[in-house]
């Protein structure tokens, strides 16, 4: 009898113990999200109410939770703590929103950098696009996203889309939509030397392109997310690059093509901030098949993998990888785009392309905090500025296959390069990049790009 009371006694103590070492949430509670809704908030959290947790774990949790509302990009800071009142335990967050229509002016080169535009166009004006794009990124509260844009320039272009983030009780299902219309003077409608080449007409576009596209998202969790889309394009390009400069452009002289894309992308993101990580890994996986009827079709597999690391105060070290495989080799040139376009940029190679049906692309980072700041100014919406500079060092290597290069002498070769460079990043996900790059061949530039890598 006194051995089963002394053995109640103890597991009555080790459970108060435990009860006095843990932290129970009772209620949740937001301050400053003068717009978004509180149910679309809790979907992103790691914490609900009745969820327990250890005290000395208090800090880490709550910080996993600022970055999560963070990543919505809604907020342009996110401070999470707690309060006890009687017994009971409540997490408040305090958000600086966004201002939810953002009008976003577009002064942009018609060309792939900053630095093709300013040595190889000599800083042409006519091949500067000027628009506006009013984004609604939070409609209702609830996430949803509209845009509508317009652009003159040396691409005029139409576009209206909507996104829908979840359509269901729980969440997980979404959808969106867009429409654009776009029509260039101007078209580079070959390469040569690893570089495009353009044509020019003045009384007739050299391009029109109308697209349409669907896709459904499944999010079953935070991190993982996987995307269904299916997209309707009509090109229609001038009649002498069909018939004279490249039959192969739309592939065997066509004028015109229709063409029928579907994709399936799988993003599983465990990266601290998503605009630009400092911390943790991230995987994207992109099939992709585009028939063009009564043509030729390309089935294609894009994969990155990008790890984050944050060794010691201020130090931070970073490995990408990127590949992309088509399986047709023979297929008109709008096709071909492989690598020097969009993110997958080998740098210090800038200035030039490889087209093709295989690449492969590493990169390597070592950064530095120099500058961490917060401006505080008495404006809603703007009443808290960012600023971080991160010194870097870093390097570059990448392969890319084309069945017949022709003279385009760095395909089917070794690539590498390696510089120091300077990243800015700053309000609503502006991010900057100064680079000082050399490559393979012995090409030094100080290269600007106004995205991340």
Not at 110 to 121: K, L, P, S
Not at 306 to 328: C, E, F, Q, T
């Amino acid at each position: 009898m006194r051995q089963n009371l002394l053995f109640f006694l103890l597991m009555l103590c080790a459970q108060f113990s435990t009860a006095q070492n843990l932290f129970c949430v009772d209620s949740i509670a937001f301050e400053g999200n003068h717009r978004s809704k509180a149910s679309a908030l809790l979907r992103d959290l790691n914490i609900a109410e009745g969820t327990c947790f250890a005290q000395d774990s208090l800090k880490a949790v709550l910080e996993v939770a600022e970055q999560r509302l963070f990543n919505t990009q809604l907020f342009n800071q996110v401070i999470a703590d707690t309060q006890t009142v009687n017994g009971r335990n409540t997490v408040r967050f305090n958000l600086k929103e966004r201002f939810p229509i953002f009008p976003k002016p577009n002064l942009e080169f018609a060309d792939r950098n900053f630095n093709v535009w300013w040595t190889e166009q000599n800083r042409k004006l006519n091949r500067l696009n000027v628009g506006l794009t009013l984004l609604h990124n939070n409609v209702n509260g609830m996430r949803e996203v509209l845009g509508v844009g317009a652009q003159v320039g040396y691409t005029q272009k139409f576009l209206l889309s909507y996104e829908k983030p979840f359509v269901d009780r729980k969440k997980q299902h979404g959808f969106g939509a867009s429409v654009q219309y776009l029509q260039n003077l101007e078209l580079s409608y070959q390469t040569e030397a690893n570089k495009l080449r353009f044509i020019r007409f003045e009384r007739q576009p050299a391009l029109q392109l109308f697209e349409g596209a669907l896709w459904y998202t499944y999010r079953p969790q935070f991190s993982t997310k996987h995307i269904f889309k299916t997209t309707l394009q009509q090109y229609r390009i001038h009649d002498s690059i069909a018939n004279r400069y490249n039959p192969d452009y739309l592939g065997e002289g066509r004028k015109q093509a229709t063409v029928l894309g579907l994709e399936y992308r799988m993003e599983w993101n465990k990266v601290d901030n998503w605009n630009y990580p400092l911390s943790g890994q991230r995987f994207i996986g992109i099939a992709t098949y585009q028939q063009m009827l009564n043509g030729k079709g390309m089935p294609s597999m894009h994969l990155q993998y990008d790890w984050y690391k944050n060794p010691y105060p201020h130090w931070y070290v970073s490995a990408i990888g990127r590949a992309r495989w088509a399986l047709n080799q023979t297929v008109p040139y709008i096709f071909q785009r492989n690598l020097g376009y969009d993110y997958d940029v080998l740098r210090g190679y800038e200035y030039f392309v490889m087209d093709g049906s295989l690449f492969g692309l590493a990169r390597l980072n070592v950064k530095r905090t120099l500058i961490h700041k917060n401006i505080k100014l008495p404006i809603r919406y703007f009443q808290v500025i960012p600023i971080r500079i991160y010194a870097k060092a870093f390097g570059d290597a990448g392969y890319t296959y084309q069945k017949e290069p022709g003279n385009n002498s760095l395909n089917n070769k070794f690539l590498y390069s390696y510089g120091i460079g300077l990243d800015i990043v700053t309000l609503y996900d502006i991010k900057i990049r100064l680079e000082y790059t050399i490559n393979r061949q012995g090409l030094r530039d100080l290269y600007i790009h106004k995205s991340g890598e």
